[in-house]
């Protein structure tokens, strides 16, 4: 038997590292299992290249818990260890590895900016125990098996023993602290959590399964009950294979698995696969977003070598596709930084974009292949690709091959397809395009009803980003320019040469227009007199779109004219003078009565554009009553 000192400077480094991963204890089981994992990977490639004689057989993984003992053991079948690689790999590696990550982190404690997951490897054991015995035999062939313990000081023991199987076996003495460790349900949910698709099989206790019955038994018969292994994980997810082997139901049904309680089926998939200039395999997933959607849950998983490491994937994946759901696996991405060296990094950028491509080129083929179901999934997947449309160039400049804009009939256009359907009659004296869009069918009813009456299409843009989405567009498309169709009068919306000829002259549009301002709130409303066609209505009210714009862009963040956000609510009064109320008006001697006239006409227009409110409403109905009398 031999004993020695571990290597390490800092003799009290394992205060420090129980302190240090204070919250992040219970890694120290994915941490054993990755180092069985790569020690059962080690000897299947052994075996390939036919170093190792003989059959190899299926190796697992095993964890067992012995409650009463205070023990967790990890078992493999792994390549194992000689007494020297113990020496070497355990005494040396381990430590000074931990070491360095003490000396590299021991100041950053409080900089929640780390992603502290990886670089502990083995010496996480003592993060939950106070003793660690190691039990290894090594592949090649005549080699020892050794017993290697140590209670967390740097004094260790390491002596020969005898052991059949190769392999080895970890087991740790669970301290005081730790004994939530030992319940089977804490370790079933660490499972699930980090190695549920891990590569070698892993077995945590045994569960009972029926057999089926067979085709000649007896009515009544009892089937058959066996006692299997219970194997917690999928060694084969479906992100580790090729595209060519899976079929739309597989994809699903992984789905399923990565997010067991979600029962919406996802809208479409993305699958990723690059292997320069970095690594990556993948599945990313479109999800139906309904209000129910709790972005916060079920979110992208983000794995290195199939093993779990965050559902954090801040800087990795862009901002807009953080919504999907699935699943990326890296090993080229730097765990153990903070997330604004992680953003400045050349890979990780690198991985961002090809994310962001893959996911364009999938849009545009859905699109080509199947425009049909494309529309028919517009409503749910718009609001991902406007904002991504908005946030990256790169996705921008694509998004002109399947961006769609419906009109108020359901109707999709590309871009280029509404530009050719509106330009003939929707280009203005000034030959600019102009595009008009509703954003609520309901209350701006009467205005798209005008702009259909005049032959124009009405795009009904209704996301919550529409003002700053539209705002882009016209900076990087030539001449044109997006109106809401209540911004003005359906004659000033769309600009053309054709002066209409105005029934009241100029005296009396001048005499005419202080009665009316001095009939309504004219600090809220702008009267403006307008030769309009005599069927259309009296008094008009609008919303200058640039304010309105400005406003919208500031509640929702970003953009905007500064300060704009604090301006109170601010309309046009538009008045129709060929509308023969209005000569009415004028007309009219008493200005008891014409000021009646005025409010009435005044309450209608408010009433079509739902801005009459409270007391005013009531006052309105009451007189309205009065008049049918
Ligand atoms: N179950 C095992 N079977 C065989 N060798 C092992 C086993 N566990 C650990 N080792 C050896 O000990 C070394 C050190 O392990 P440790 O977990 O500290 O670091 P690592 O796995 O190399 O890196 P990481 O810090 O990323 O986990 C391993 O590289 C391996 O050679």
């Known amino acids: 038997m031999a004993t020695g000192n571990i290597n390490v400077t800092a003799e009290n480094i394992f205060p420090i590292i129980k302190k240090f991963l204070y919250s992040d204890h219970e890694i120290f089981l994915r941490e054993l299992i990755s180092n069985a994992t790569d020690a059962t990977l080690k000897l299947k490639h052994l075996s390939t290249l036919g170093e190792i004689k003989g059959d190899i057989g299926n190796p697992i993984i095993e964890i067992k818990i012995d409650k009463e003992n205070k023990e967790i053991r990890i078992i493999d079948q792994g390549v194992g260890m000689t007494g020297e690689e113990v020496e070497k790999y355990i005494n040396q590696v381990a430590f000074s590895g931990a070491e360095e990550f003490v000396e590299k982190y021991k100041d950053k404690v409080e900089d929640s900016g780390i992603i502290g997951h990886f670089g502990l490897g083995f010496y996480s054991s003592f993060m939950v125990a106070s003793k660690v015995e190691i039990f290894t035999k090594s592949f090649a062939e005549d080699s020892k098996a050794v017993r290697w313990e140590c209670d967390g000081s740097p004094q260790y023991t390491l002596e020969e023993i005898e052991r059949g199987e190769r392999g080895t076996e970890i087991v740790l003495h669970i301290d005081d602290e730790s004994l939530e460790f030992l319940e089977d349900s804490k370790i079933n949910e660490l499972l699930n959590k980090y190695n549920k698709f891990m590569p070698i099989p892993i077995k945590f206790g ?113 901002d807009f596709l953080q919504m999907l759901r699935g699943v990326i696996d890296s090993p080229d991405i730097p765990l153990n930084v903070s997330r604004s060296y992680l953003q400045a990094d050349g890979a990780v950028k690198k991985i961002s974009g090809y994310i962001t491509r893959k996911v364009a080129d999938k849009l545009i083929s859905l699109f080509k292949n199947d425009r049909k179901s494309f529309e028919d999934r517009w409503d749910d997947i718009k609001v991902i690709i406007e904002y991504g449309m908005l946030s990256e160039d790169k996705f921008f400049e694509k998004s002109d091959k399947f961006a769609l804009y419906p009109t108020v009939d359901k109707e999709y256009f590309t871009f280029s397809e509404l530009e050719e359907k ?104 702008t009267v403006q007199l307008e030769a309009m066609d005599s069927n259309a209505n009296p008094f008009i009210i609008t919303q200058p779109e640039f304010m309105r714009r400005m406003k919208e862009m500031q509640a929702t963040g970003g953009g905007g004219m500064m300060g704009m956000g604090n301006f109170p609510e601010m309309y046009n009064l538009v008045v129709n003078t060929n509308n023969e109320l209005v000569s009415e008006i004028l007309n009219t001697k008493t200005s008891k009565k014409q000021e009646r006239l005025i409010k009435q006409a005044f309450d209608l227009a408010r009433l079509s554009q739902n801005l009459l409110k409270g007391e005013e409403l009531t006052n309105f109905i009451k007189r309205s009553f009065q008049m049918i009398k």
Do not use: C
Not at 253 to 268: A, G, H, I, T, V
Not at 281 to 306: C, E, H
Not at 475 to 492: L, P, W
Not at 515 to 520: G, R, S
């Open 206 to 318: 045994t569960r009972e399964e029926t057999l089926p019955l067979p085709k000649d038994a007896k009515e009544g018969a009892e089937p058959e009950k066996i006692t299997v292994d219970n194997i917690v994980n999928n060694p084969n997810p479906a992100w580790t294979k090729k595209p060519t082997e899976l079929k739309d139901d597989d994809y699903t049904s992984f789905y399923r698995e990565l997010y067991p309680m979600q029962f919406e089926d996802p809208l479409f998939h993305i699958h990723l696969n690059v292997d320069h200039p970095f690594n990556l395999t993948g599945i990313l997933y479109f999800p139906k977003l309904s209000k129910s959607v709790d972005p916060l849950k079920d979110k992208i998983q983000l794995y290195q070598n199939q093993v779990f490491v965050t559902d954090n994937v801040e800087g990795i994946v862009p």
């Open 422 to 525: 509106i330009k003939p009659a929707q280009t203005d004296k000034d030959n600019k395009l102009i595009v008009l869009y509703a954003s609520d069918v309901k209350t701006q009813h009467s205005y798209i009803d005008a702009a259909k009456d005049k032959g124009y299409e009405v795009l009904l843009l209704d996301s919550p980003i529409v003002s700053h989405l539209i705002q882009k567009l016209e900076g990087s498309k030539e001449n044109i320019q997006f109106v809401r169709v209540d911004a003005d009068h359906i004659d000033n919306l769309i600009k053309k040469d054709e002066d209409k000829i105005s029934k009241l002259s100029d005296e009396e549009k001048e005499t005419l227009k202080p009665i009316i301002e001095n009939a309504i709130p004219k600090e809220t409303y």
